[in-house]
């Protein structure tokens, strides 16, 4: 069973940085695309950042956090990473980690098919 654990989710002035990690486990983790999802209460779950399974394929990110995060993976420590610098009050969520198997970088909710529980992001203006 694929299990993903988020960490590094904190109260964060706006301005500051964080690095969330998703420790993977149960799975080859090098055989599966990541993706980094957030959700405010009352909104969808959407798509922040995505690192595909193999090199070629890249990583996406949504418009809004471009420049600022950048998504990584360590596939030796089956570990997944998210930098998140120069943090705005509209970046609080929950921000989910998500795998899919042999996956491009970028993908919709629904394709994926590990979730973890999510770590809390929140930025005090």
């Known amino acids: 069973q694929v299990q993903l654990v988020e960490s590094g989710g904190a109260l964060v002035q706006a301005g500051g940085s964080l690095r969330l990690s998703c420790a993977v486990s149960?799975?080859?983790?090098?055989?599966?695309?990541m993706g980094w999802f957030r959700q405010v209460p009352g909104k969808e779950r959407e798509f922040v950042a995505g690192i595909g399974w193999t090199i070629r394929a890249g990583t996406a990110y949504v418009d809004s956090v471009k420049g600022r995060f950048t998504i990584s993976r360590d596939n030796g420590k089956n570990t997944g990473f998210l930098q998140m610098n120069s943090l705005k009050p509209e970046d609080t969520a929950l921000y989910y980690c998500?795998?899919?198997?042999?996956?491009?970088?970028?993908?919709?909710?629904?394709?994926?098919?590990?979730w973890g529980q999510g770590t809390q992001v929140t930025v005090s203006s």
């Open positions: 149960g799975g080859a983790f090098n055989l599966y695309a």
């Open positions: 998500a795998l899919r198997r042999f996956g491009p970088a970028r993908g919709m909710r629904n394709e994926y098919d590990y």
